[in-house]
């Protein structure tokens, strides 16, 4: 099949790679030329793991093209996907003006006879694909393509760090839509990502558009109530790396998404949980579990910084800290609402130096604090002189660390980790001061 995906973010080029994987032709189109530049020469935008592979083969075989005219990608595509950002407006809810911008030209380029469907791919509120058929109506007013499009719903639910794997073996395909026309082709378009069983699911867009939220929503939700379980252990003397053992092995509870840590982020949770919200708000309904996950979060984001503080005696002014790992979570250089962030900030407002590392997001970070933090080379560059490391993402590389190393170059033998990496058993042996979340303080007499 010939595709067209507009928006060539994280979405759009992995949706865009793995069409073309499975034999459509698909070209890319975006707005920022010097994206489209780099993709068009072979050079690829993101880290994902397994991308670059399938990225350059199917580029070299012919199937993958990029382009920043939509008027090129569209003319002889079937379908036409909307990769889009939808970000948070003022008041929470998703800003649409990208994707209603982009159905108006779409208005403008559909011609009579010639049917393709138009499927949504971006995280919308629901009401967004009745607001796309009247943004392309109204822009191709008088030209008869009443009858030469459908609008789709199809959310994505790829996670970044293996956004290859989830769209070549999706767990489920939704796809939202009255059509039997688009219903075909799309069931024809998903049919070999779905071999082995797993279901495509056909709905109303209404729900389809809120089946995303919802999935986001209730993820948030697990994380949120653990990080307020943990919150109880350290009150308690629990240990929350049991309770989470204890109560995963029950498969209504299931075991993932069960780890504490400090917050949620990236570019989705935070935005769609807030979207989500604001949908509720508009309808007069008060979705009080979802105000609370978000007041968690914003609390659990700065979860360390009063244990660090507490530890230095309440103040940090001149302190350094090395902060091991940038990216909201690992395998990602996505640095969208990274916690890290949140505890740089706090430091720095505390009159205290940071030195980062972080395996792929030291060049994005480089772009949001140029030279107000440092950077290093490699883990332990970060560490001489340093009176703590902090740990805020799970990278596997920070899992199993040379602890003498770190011993011999940190100014004080003080950990704080963000994710739970280390058994407090070990640390408390080697004679760290070590503290996470949710479990007992390691401190040395
Ligand atoms: P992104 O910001 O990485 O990519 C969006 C791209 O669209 C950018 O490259 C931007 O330049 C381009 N763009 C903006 N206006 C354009 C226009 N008029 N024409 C062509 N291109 C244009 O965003 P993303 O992370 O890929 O997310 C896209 C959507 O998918 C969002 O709604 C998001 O919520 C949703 N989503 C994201 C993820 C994820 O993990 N990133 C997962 C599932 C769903």
């Given at each position: 099949m010939k595709i067209a995906v507009i928006g060539t973010g994280y979405v759009g080029l992995v949706t865009g790679t793995c069409f073309a994987e499975t034999g459509n032709t698909v070209t890319c189109v975006d707005v920022d030329k010097t994206k489209i530049d780099k993709l068009s020469s072979g050079t690829i935008t993101i880290y994902e793991p397994g991308l670059e592979k399938i990225f350059l083969r199917n580029q070299k075989e012919g199937r993958l093209k990029f382009t920043q005219s939509i008027g090129d990608a569209v003319a002889d595509a079937q379908i036409i996907f909307l990769a889009l950002p939808t970000p948070p407006g003022e008041d929470g809810s998703a800003d649409l003006k990208y994707i209603l911008g982009v159905a108006s030209d779409l208005g403008k380029l559909l011609q009579p006879g010639n049917y393709k469907v138009i499927v949504d791919k971006s995280t919308v509120p629901v009401g967004t694909c009745d607001k796309v058929r009247s943004a392309i109506l109204n822009s191709g007013a008088?030209?008869?393509?009443?009858?030469s499009f459908d609008v789709v719903s199809n959310p994505e639910f790829l996670r970044e760090g293996v956004a290859v794997d989830d769209f070549m073996k999706p767990d489920r395909v939704v796809i939202g839509t009255s059509s039997e026309r688009a219903v075909k082709i799309m069931n024809d378009l998903y049919a070999p990502f779905v071999r082995q069983g797993n279901p495509v699911i056909f709905m109303d867009e209404h729900s389809a558009e809120l089946t995303k939220y919802a999935a986001n929503a209730f993820l948030a939700v697990k994380i949120s109530f653990m990080n307020e379980i943990a919150q109880m252990c350290e009150r308690l003397d629990a240990d929350v790396d049991m309770v989470r053992r204890g109560i995963g092995s029950d498969d209504r509870i299931g075991k993932r998404f069960l780890f504490p840590g400090i917050g949620y982020g990236g570019s989705c949770f935070p935005k769609d949980v807030k979207a989500l919200a604001k949908t509720a708000d508009d309808i007069n309904y008060d979705f009080q579990i979802l105000d609370a996950v978000m007041q968690v979060n914003e609390v659990q984001k700065m979860h360390l910084i009063p244990k660090i503080k507490s530890f230095f005696g309440g103040n940090l002014q001149g302190k350094r800290f090395a902060l091991w790992g940038l990216s909201f979570k690992p395998n990602t250089d996505d640095i969208r609402e990274a916690p890290a962030f949140y505890m740089i900030d706090a430091l720095l407002a505390e009159g205290a130096s940071v030195a980062a590392f972080d395996p792929e997001a030291i060049t994005n970070t480089k772009q949001v604090y140029g030279d107000k933090i440092s950077f290093s080379s490699d883990q332990y560059e970060a560490l001489p002189g340093a009176d703590a490391l902090i740990i805020a993402t799970e990278w596997n590389?920070?899992?199993?660390?040379?602890f003498d190393k770190i011993s011999s170059l940190l100014k004080t033998k003080a950990i704080f980790d963000g994710r739970n990496l280390f058994d407090p058993a070990q640390l408390k042996n080697a004679g760290f001061h070590y503290e996470s979340v949710g479990r007992k303080a390691v401190k040395q007499n």
């Open positions: 008088g030209r008869n393509i009443e009858e590389e920070f899992r199993t660390p040379d």
